[in-house]
């Protein structure tokens, strides 16, 4: 018998539905957008915050303290997959990685935006081995041959995100320890043979499936490293952040803090903060929405990926619900596929990418014809894909709430004993009590999801109105194709979320 | 692993069919994601573990549950087979073969027959008595309609080795770095003999 969890109440989807309409319609109505006020925070301008932020940014230590947790943590994972019990809720290996790393990454993005990055084990791992920095010298042992033009896109960590979504859930990774285990040890591979043949971290930059979607997430997040004073910037000839000094490694990714401004790329990891010889480099805090509705630059493969963060995030929904067996099983039956159902699976996968994708393309392809085609498609296309963003956003983290706060329960019990050994799976009393044991209360869950969805769709608003201002200055009423998109995509996924949901393990 | 035995026509028509009625659909039960082994006690909690697996080929939904979930080399164990129709949920009545080979690497992979079984009480009970620990394959095989059809299951007796992912990863990451080691040599050197020649 498998359980589920209740969705949201009725009553959270009439607020919900409520706030759209009435919030949409004013959006069409109202006149041209405010200027965008610039008012952001430096962290360490504050004698609270100054302590903590230049205790992880300014020395090397506490960040590689946090790494060294994480890389044993991530050992400990492979250890219990490929040694420890196949049963997937008393293993560390899955409850560790996939109800408590994977579904915390996003709600963390919320806060601490592409923390993870910094600490992420594959990223640490390939480093200690292709660049290790030993106490006598620095060895390394990469080829650092420039990544060829044909990869320099997200376009590969896209198809990664695709093919990393189709182990996840159609071949079912996160309920084998032992493939969980495998993963992890091809993703170091990966960066390993990623960084020892390209300089800088290739593979964080256009391969990593996990960060890019942090990246791109992070667009959203209140928190930016940005230079405290762009004059300094501006008259800065070394570009220490971009080049690196002596004692600290050149961006990872290739930035130039002086014209950085978007998250997207950037892995946290503070080398700018430490290599700037001004010291004019600081994490700051930002109102969430600025990098989306205005200072995030379109482009034609990044447009590719906020549409699949979009289709991928409501397929993994999909996929949860208690109907979505029945529809594979009778869709193999048409097409006689059997086993695991695997071929059923890529299908629905590969539908469930092409609708929101043909969706975005016909209201893009039907504003452009209502505003007289003083834009190009392409342009439009891009321009607007920004609004995908925080529909895609708020309902991941909605989602991964529910797995985080309903399914992390068990964390004390598998770190106490991670392989699992010797023990049963869960009775269907453990299953119940599991069910009520919960990390914060039913009602509080369902106030933060409905609060998220309103939250998503008032980004998404903004970015429409600011970003629709400045492509198609005239456009007024005939914004409402895009409108019509983003209820659409918002009220499915709110739909979703009111659903009962599989619990995973 | 699993092998699809089924007709395969008039497909875009089905599927059109499909998608409709499939948007139509009202929500229905859910159960055990098909094909993955799902573990958990039986209804008497005293007994150990099992392994069971849904899965469904052609017109059948086929569940096979292995008691105990983790069986040794020389312990008794039993294998159940529980197949009924899509449609109309009958029991399949026509007797089941069991086959086993060894899946292991660089082994012996001979299929042997365990036992062929008829329905009892709706269930097939096929026991088995392994010697060594490994990776096995049980093959069910039955015909109804005039068709044959065959599914596999994993059976895993004893502890599993798992040193080889660990040494291919490992394996593999050295290999890269070697190679990366004698290119560098090599440029080093390429390099050290064009210095030359410009001096000279």
């Given at each position: 018998m498998t359980m589920t969890h209740p969705g949201l109440p009725e009553l959270w989807g009439y607020l919900v539905w409520g706030f759209m309409l009435v919030f949409g319609l004013w959006s069409l109505m109202a006149g041209t957008p405010h200027e965008l006020q610039r008012r952001t925070l430096n962290l360490e301008a504050f004698c609270l915050t100054r302590p903590l932020v230049q205790f992880f940014t300014r020395s090397l230590w506490p960040l590689w303290l946090l790494k060294l947790v994480v890389v044993i943590l991530f050992l400990l994972v492979i250890v219990a997959g490929l040694y420890g019990s196949p049963i997937a809720e008393r293993n560390l290996a899955t409850v560790l990685t996939w109800n408590i790393w994977w579904a915390g990454l996003i709600v963390s993005v919320f806060f601490l935006g592409s923390a993870w990055c910094a600490v992420c084990p594959w990223d640490t791992l390939a480093g200690w081995m292709v660049r290790p920095r030993l106490w006598f010298a620095r060895i390394n042992n990469s080829l650092d041959l420039k990544v060829p033009r044909y990869l320099r896109s997200v376009w590969p960590a896209l198809l990664m995100f695709i093919g990393l979504t189709w182990l996840e859930l159609g071949v079912g990774v996160t309920t084998s320890p032992y493939a969980t285990a495998l993963l992890s040890l091809l993703m170091v591979v990966l960066a390993t043979l990623s960084m020892a043949l390209f300089r800088n971290r290739a593979f964080c930059r256009y391969i990593c499936p996990v960060g890019r979607t942090v990246g791109f997430y992070s667009q959203l997040a209140p928190v930016e490293l940005r230079p405290i004073d762009a004059d300094v910037c501006a008259a800065c000839t070394t570009l220490e952040c971009y080049n690196g000094s002596d004692k600290v490694d050149p961006c990872p990714t290739q930035l130039v803090m002086g014209s950085l401004t978007q998250n997207t790329y950037c892995t946290s990891c503070g080398n700018c903060v430490r290599s700037c010889p001004q010291q004019n480099v600081s994490w700051r805090l930002r109102p969430p929405s600025h990098e989306a509705v205005a200072d995030a630059r379109p482009h034609w493969d990044e447009a590719w990926f906020m549409l699949g963060l979009l289709a991928l995030t409501a397929f993994h929904g999909l996929t949860m619900m208690p109907f979505w067996e029945q529809w594979m099983s009778a869709f193999a039956q048409q097409i006689g596929d059997s086993g695991q159902l695997l071929v059923s699976f890529s299908v629905g996968l590969f539908i469930s990418l092409l609708l929101p994708v043909l969706l975005y393309a016909l209201t893009i392809f039907v504003l452009r014809h209502l505003n007289g085609r003083q834009v190009g498609f392409r342009s439009l296309f891009t321009g607007m894909v920004f609004i995908t963003l925080p529909l895609a956003f708020v309902y991941h983290i909605a989602h991964n709430l529910n797995h985080l706060v309903r399914e992390g329960v068990g964390l004390v019990e598998v770190f106490m004993n991670p392989l699992g050994s010797g023990f049963a799976p869960l009775s269907m009393a453990e299953k119940h009590q599991r069910h009520f044991d919960?990390?914060?209360s039913q009602d509080a869950l369902f106030v933060i999801q409905g609060l998220l969805m309103m939250f998503g769709f008032w980004l998404a608003i903004k970015v429409l109105r600011h970003r629709g201002q400045r492509l198609l200055p005239q456009a007024g009423w005939r914004m409402l194709p895009v409108l019509v998109f983003i209820i659409a995509v918002n009220g499915f996924h709110l739909w979703l979320l009111m659903q009962p949901m599989v619990m995973r393990m | 692993m699993y092998y699809p035995v089924k007709k395969f026509k008039n497909i875009f028509y089905r599927m059109t069919v499909l998608t409709l009625a499939l948007l139509l659909s009202a929500n229905v039960f859910a159960h055990h994601v098909l094909g993955r082994p799902a573990y958990s006690l039986n209804e008497d909690s005293n007994t150990p573990p099992s392994m069971q697996v849904e899965t469904q080929i052609g017109k059948y939904f086929v569940t096979y549950m292995i008691f105990p979930a983790f069986p040794k080399p020389g312990e008794k164990g039993r294998i159940n087979i529980y197949a009924s129709r899509i449609d109309s949920g009958d029991t399949l009545a026509s007797p089941i073969t069991f086959l086993v080979r060894n899946d292991g690497w660089f082994v012996d992979k001979t299929e042997e027959v365990l036992g062929t079984q008829d329905v009892y009480d709706g269930v097939y009970r096929q026991g088995f008595v392994f010697k060594q620990n490994g990776s096995y394959i049980i093959t069910a095989k039955f015909e109804a309609d005039g068709e044959p059809y065959s599914i596999d299951f994993p059976l895993q007796i004893?502890?599993?080795?798992?040193?080889l992912p660990i040494g291919v990863a490992l394996g593999s990451i050295v290999l890269v770095l070697v190679a990366v080691n004698i290119v560098q040599r090599k440029r080093l050197m390429r390099e050290k003999i064009q210095d030359t020649r410009n001096d000279a």
């Open positions: 919960m990390l914060i | 004893g502890e599993s080795t798992s040193m």
